[in-house]
């Protein structure tokens, strides 16, 4: 029997051995789970883990809400979530006695790997979760020093724009994709952007992300922005690999993904 401790809720409960009903409302950890090749563990997920694993376990919540009776059903040996506004959910989820461990949100690519590593400790993985981030770790250096184009990032998460700073992990993605992000110098993770700043800026490369309930269309908006600069559009989606707001074992796809399109940007 182990005793862990997650330090972001201040809670601490056993775990024996591997869990056998994993509760992941965190589509990062439930992508690692079934990439450590454990996906039956999985028995219950938030809405929008179904988008990176192909599982039959239920829906029992979204990212800031979960249905703690279905949970209690369920009687997890293990509730995933994370750090910054799901903080709220996991205390609640502690509060109500369950074993729930916030993995905390990445900064950097450097993040991303280490939360692999920490699903992979909880799930009784390590061995697996070494091989997986090295393998990760690999395909990360062959893609070595590449040209640099400017690049201003668009993210809308539902209604609500935004574009990265230095503390997003999606800075990581474009920089070792080939890009530079344009606000990369911020401290925030992520921020309004300026539009008068991007316009002055004149980015070579825009990579957009809007996501299925809130569709944009990036060429009308750049239109009615007035803005005379052309950059070249990449359009980022929710689907798994070309994803860059998608946190988990899938970010090395994402990235290959965009230099690849980099690479058709300056040709």
């Given at each position: 029997m182990a005793r862990v401790t997650s330090e972001l809720l201040q809670h601490t409960f056993e775990l024996s051995g591997r869990p056998k009903r994993v509760v992941s409302l965190l589509a990062a950890a439930t992508e690692t789970i079934d990439a450590l090749g454990l996906g039956e563990t999985i028995a219950g997920v938030s809405e929008y883990c179904h988008r990176y694993v192909a599982t039959a376990a239920p829906t029992v919540g979204q990212?800031?809400?979960?249905?703690?009776?279905?949970?209690?059903?369920?009687g997890p040996d293990l509730v995933l979530v994370t750090s910054g506004v799901q903080s709220a959910?996991?205390?609640?989820?502690?509060?109500?006695g369950h074993p729930v461990?916030?993995?905390?949100?990445?900064?950097?690519?450097?993040?991303?790997?280490?939360?692999?590593l920490t699903v992979a400790a909880l799930m009784d993985a390590m061995e697996t979760g070494r091989?997986?981030?090295?393998?990760?770790n690999r395909r990360l250096r062959t893609l070595g020093?590449?040209?640099?184009?400017?690049?201003?990032?668009?993210?809308?998460?539902?209604?609500?724009?935004?574009t990265i700073g230095g503390r997003s992990f999606i800075a990581d993605i474009v920089d070792i994709a080939g890009g530079e992000a344009l606000f990369a110098s911020s401290p925030a993770a992520y921020l309004?952007?300026?539009?008068?700043?991007?316009?002055?800026?004149?980015?070579e490369v825009m990579v957009a992300l809007s996501e299925p309930e809130y569709p944009v269309d990036f060429p009308h908006a750049?239109?009615?922005?007035?803005?005379t600069f052309d950059p070249q559009l990449i359009v980022s989606t929710v689907a798994k690999g070309n994803n860059i707001i998608q946190?988990?074992?899938?970010?090395?796809?994402?990235?290959?993904?965009?230099?690849?399109?980099?690479?058709?940007?300056?040709?």
């Amino acid at each position: 029997m182990a005793r862990v401790t997650s330090e972001l809720l201040q809670h601490t409960f056993e775990l024996s051995g591997r869990p056998k009903r994993v509760v992941s409302l965190l589509a990062a950890a439930t992508e690692t789970i079934d990439a450590l090749g454990l996906g039956e563990t999985i028995a219950g997920v938030s809405e929008y883990c179904h988008r990176y694993v192909a599982t039959a376990a239920p829906t029992v919540g979204q990212y800031t809400s979960a249905d703690l009776d279905r949970i209690a059903e369920i009687g997890p040996d293990l509730v995933l979530v994370t750090s910054g506004v799901q903080s709220a959910l996991g205390r609640r989820l502690a509060e109500a006695g369950h074993p729930v461990y916030a993995v905390p949100l990445p900064s950097s690519i450097f993040g991303v790997l280490e939360n692999i590593l920490t699903v992979a400790a909880l799930m009784d993985a390590m061995e697996t979760g070494r091989t997986l981030v090295d393998s990760l770790n690999r395909r990360l250096r062959t893609l070595g020093d590449r040209p640099r184009r400017s690049t201003y990032v668009e993210v809308w998460f539902g209604k609500h724009l935004r574009t990265i700073g230095g503390r997003s992990f999606i800075a990581d993605i474009v920089d070792i994709a080939g890009g530079e992000a344009l606000f990369a110098s911020s401290p925030a993770a992520y921020l309004k952007p300026d539009f008068a700043a991007v316009a002055m800026a004149a980015p070579e490369v825009m990579v957009a992300l809007s996501e299925p309930e809130y569709p944009v269309d990036f060429p009308h908006a750049i239109r009615e922005r007035g803005w005379t600069f052309d950059p070249q559009l990449i359009v980022s989606t929710v689907a798994k690999g070309n994803n860059i707001i998608q946190d988990g074992p899938s970010i090395v796809d994402t990235i290959e993904w965009l230099a690849d399109r980099f690479d058709a940007a300056g040709d």
